[in-house]
């Protein structure tokens, strides 16, 4: 009973949200991107920015960074741009590990697909981290043993790690 009052609560707000955007003529991100699709599949491939204009036919190159937070707009939408440029060549950088956006539609099927949408397809590993200090690549890799290649240390700062064991955490009751 209460779950479905909290879903109908959730669908009052939610509509409520998407009848303001319309009222204000505003947009927020996901309607920015499905805008950008109905207008790439209706065939409008010219943009413009303050500074320049441009044609996606034109471009060489995608990058996508973060890849692996890829969502069902975002696939579409590049979809669309290919459709355009199929001579486009997209590079894309991503961590299977690090997906912590399934909150917001990503969806680890395209990273685990990427061969297979991008093909022919080039991949490579970069297990060189040079950002974070020896100490904190090291416990990383004591983490995540057994789920892939561990990291290496690129960067020679000492740094410091501590591993803590949530269970021994007690939440003051303003933390819970």
């Given amino acids: 009973d209460i779950e479905s009052q909290f879903i109908d609560l959730a ?4 509509g409520g949200y998407l009848s303001r955007l319309e009222a204000t003529s505003s947009d927020d991100f996901d309607g920015l991107i499905q805008k950008a699709i109905v207008r790439l599949q209706a065939g409008h491939s010219a943009f413009s920015r303050k500074d320049r204009n441009g044609d ?6 995608l990058f996508v960074d973060e890849y692996q937070d890829f969502t069902e707009l975002f696939h579409r939408m590049v979809s ?13 950088v991503g961590d299977e ?18 061969r297979e949408i991008f093909s022919p397809a080039k991949c490579f590993e970069l297990l ?5 200090a020896r100490q904190i690549v090291e416990t990383s890799n004591v983490l995540m043993e057994g789920k892939g290649q561990p990291a290496k240390t690129g960067n020679e700062l000492e740094g410091a ?13 303003v933390e819970t």
């Fill in 11 to 14: 669908i009052e707000l939610y």
């Fill in 56 to 61: 996606l036919r034109q471009i060489r190159f």
């Fill in 80 to 92: 669309a741009i290919r459709a355009f440029n199929p001579n486009l060549e997209v590079f894309c």
């Fill in 97 to 114: 590990l690090q997906a912590i956006n399934r909150f917001a539609g990503s969806d680890l099927r395209y990273y685990r697909n990427f």
């Fill in 128 to 132: 060189t981290n040079r950002r974070s």
């Fill in 161 to 173: 790690s501590w591993l803590v064991d949530l269970s021994m955490f007690k939440p003051s009751e």
